[in-house]
DNA sequence: CCCTTCGGATACATGAACGTATCCGATACA
DNA sequence: TGTATCGGATACGTTCATGTATCCGAAGGG
């Protein structure tokens, strides 16, 4: 079915990486509802045939990129979880954990613009909900490595719960972070937050 | 500097009425990025004149789009709110601000395409912002109310901080929502995440 | 060193959306 | 009932983005 002609490669994995990266930040600055084409090539010094050659539409061009910084910050999430012993050290993680997810706020936005675009496309949707669900995992694990250390509160049951738990706070934090652009309050608000539901109210801060 | 002439205001007020509501629809099942006017007018059974006449510009529309339907939400939580006496009654007051709160998918679907919008449009945010402000006053004010009946824990600060919270769930689990669109497990999920910040972990459902 | 193949540029045709300017019917008021 | 004004429809010109078809230069193989 698809013929994979695979010379020449270096120029044009190069062209790809750089209408990447320029599409990243005219999405950023402008949201992919209002981009065109042409805005992305100009800003990478290419005309649109070179477009056409690497992408067939914006939305493989946008779900391309989605996926390639949302890998990254992935990876990010993990190391900084993996980076302190079995037991978990709760403020310690989470201040990590917040740095890497709160660090941009153009990701932030780019990533609020897939989310509306998916939530009308069930293809995208899925591709989406299957990288949140990595997430989660990975979140899951940690905090189920650390139990007899550390106990959860009831209410959100089991590892995966708390960790479901988890991304909503970021969700939550990020729609007010995309208003007031305050990064350092988010920061301040998601490390409340992750406290009040992964400890004990009564037995944190006394 | 604007002259108003109100005479045969009711032929338009109803036209304006029909636009907004035509323009929810179209907004909710394609997306503020991808709705022409004129893709408007037709849902509506107008013709771009009509537009014209009522609106300036197409952000303008979903500006009184956004003013109109929050204000109305806004309202049903503050009832909501108001139902039970002095003592907070939280799985109760959950329940009933949940259905007013994820009940339209419509509705979020709408909210987040604003919510991007807002976020790169300064004079935009100001406005969502105050939205949200009153809204979470007024769930301050309830929390408040219930002081000496039901204690919050301690880590959220005072009850402006605790709605904040309350806020910052919804949110979260909203971001869920638009992707999976189950709205009885967001409803399950947010009843959860509110008792887990609204009371203390150790205490709730033993 | 040629020459084949590939990648990106250029040129072009098409269609869609916009905003305006003008027209006609309807409505409120005398 | 007449009439002035208002609201929405129609018609028009223009801009802009898209996608394709073709061309040229450059990289890589023999």
Redesign the pocket.
């Known amino acids: 079915m698809e013929d994979t002609?695979k010379?020449?490669?270096?120029?044009?994995a190069?062209?790809?990486a750089r209408l990447l990266e320029a599409a990243f930040e005219v999405f950023a600055a402008r949201g992919f509802g209002r981009v065109?084409?042409?805005?992305i090539?100009e800003a990478a010094?290419?005309?649109?045939?070179?477009f056409?050659?690497?992408f067939a539409?914006?939305d493989e061009l946008f779900f391309a990129l989605y996926q390639e910084r949302a890998d990254l910050i992935a990876s990010q999430v993990a190391e900084a979880l993996a980076q302190d012993g079995p037991g978990l050290d709760v403020p310690a993680s989470v201040d990590r954990v917040t740095e890497v997810l709160l660090l941009d706020v153009d990701w932030l936005l780019v990533k609020s613009d897939f989310l509306v675009h998916a939530a009308r496309d069930p293809e995208v949707a899925r591709a989406l909900l299957e990288h949140r669900a990595r997430l989660r995992e990975a979140i899951a694990d940690r905090l189920r490595r650390a139990r007899g250390h550390t106990e959860l509160p009831a209410v959100l049951g089991d590892a995966q719960g708390a960790a479901h738990a988890v991304v909503a706070a970021y969700d939550g934090v990020t729609v007010q972070l995309l208003l007031d652009r305050d990064v350092e309050a988010a920061r301040a608000w998601l490390g409340r937050l992750l406290t009040a539901l992964l400890t004990d109210g009564s037995r944190i801060l006394a």
């Open positions: 002609p010379r020449v490669t270096r120029r044009r190069a062209t790809r065109s084409i042409e805005e090539c010094g290419f005309s649109r045939g070179a056409y050659s690497n539409t914006l």
